[in-house]
């Protein structure tokens, strides 16, 4: 772990350089219009988890918005890794950012010339050990995003809304929702349990298709346990057995409140139980074995 006072170091258009070297020019369009990708990748142990699912996400969401990366996949992999082993990361994240580059205002795209914006920053943290296993207090607010949720873009503004509208309810999550249609939280997938069954909203262009997500389901189909991908209402939530919201940096964290109404008994549900195990299993597979 570095010692406090000590700069870290970052990515900066494929060099690591120290962080205070880094300057944003005014006229970057993801500082300007939010053009611009990123993603979040969780690190144990010194081990990117699932980083190669965050990375070809962040290409599939460079495809979506005709952004050119100008790297590898292995040349970004061995970029990343190579920062978590410089800032003596063990326990956090990182987080990539790809912007259009830096052009006069224009809405248009600047010329083919103007090079993307490639930058990362790691984060030291310990896993949210008591939301995982307490549970958290969520509430329902109208998504008033735009219509490629798929694409994990700089534009965060009704995200930003949402989540802060849950802070001053005292609640953790939004779960947002479009005519009464649960979407998704505010950095976060949602998924109920009726009957033992799983079920949350399929993968299109409503939703992010979250790697914490995949894994979960993925481990639903290993472990016989029933999954439906499929959209639900705002009832269908508030009567469910089991809510929980799956992310990078929340993992699988249950959700035992809704707008005041008690889920279940108040406490975490044993299928969302079942799946923190199988997920913290998964984690020892792919980075060793983790302590709390």
């Avoid at 490639?118 to 995003?145: C, H, M, Q, W």
């Avoid at 939703?207 to 959209?231: F, K, W, Y």
């Avoid at 799956?246 to 969302?272: A, F, L, Q």
Wanted: hydrophobic share 35%.
């Amino acid at each position: 772990m570095r010692g406090v006072g000590i700069v870290m170091k970052v990515i900066w258009q494929g060099n690591i350089v120290d962080r205070m070297d880094v300057h944003v020019d005014i006229e970057d369009r993801g500082y300007q219009f939010g053009d611009g990708i990123y993603e979040v990748i969780r690190v144990y142990k010194g081990c990117l988890f699932t980083g190669k699912e965050h990375i070809n996400r962040l290409y599939e969401s460079a495809s979506k918005v005709r952004l050119h990366i100008p790297y590898s996949f292995q040349q970004m992999v061995d970029m990343l890794t190579r920062l978590v082993k410089e800032n003596e990361l063990q326990n956090g994240s990182i987080y990539v950012q790809v912007t259009r580059g830096v052009s006069p205002r224009n809405h248009l795209f600047p010329p083919a010339t103007v090079e993307t914006i490639l930058s990362a920053y790691t984060k030291e943290f310990s896993r949210p050990v008591e939301t995982i296993y307490n549970g958290v207090k969520a509430k329902t607010v109208e998504d008033i995003r735009w219509l490629k949720c798929d694409v994990k873009s700089l534009n965060l503004l009704g995200n930003v809304l949402a989540k802060q509208s849950a802070y001053e309810a005292g609640c953790f999550e939004a779960i947002q929702h479009r005519i009464g249609m649960v979407t998704e939280g505010s950095a976060s997938n949602i998924a109920i349990v009726v009957d033992g069954k799983v079920k949350t909203h399929p993968a299109n262009h409503l939703i992010l298709n979250g790697i914490v997500r995949q894994v979960m389901l993925q481990t639903c189909v290993s472990n016989h346990i029933q999954v439906d991908e499929a959209p639900f209402t705002l009832e269908d939530l508030m009567r469910a057995d089991e809510i929980f919201m799956t992310s990078t940096t929340s993992e699988i964290t249950p959700i035992v409140e809704v707008d005041g109404t008690i889920i279940g008994n108040g406490m975490p549900g044993p299928i969302t139980k079942k799946l923190q195990s199988y997920y913290e299993e998964e984690i020892k597979k792919q980075c060793g074995s983790y302590c709390l």
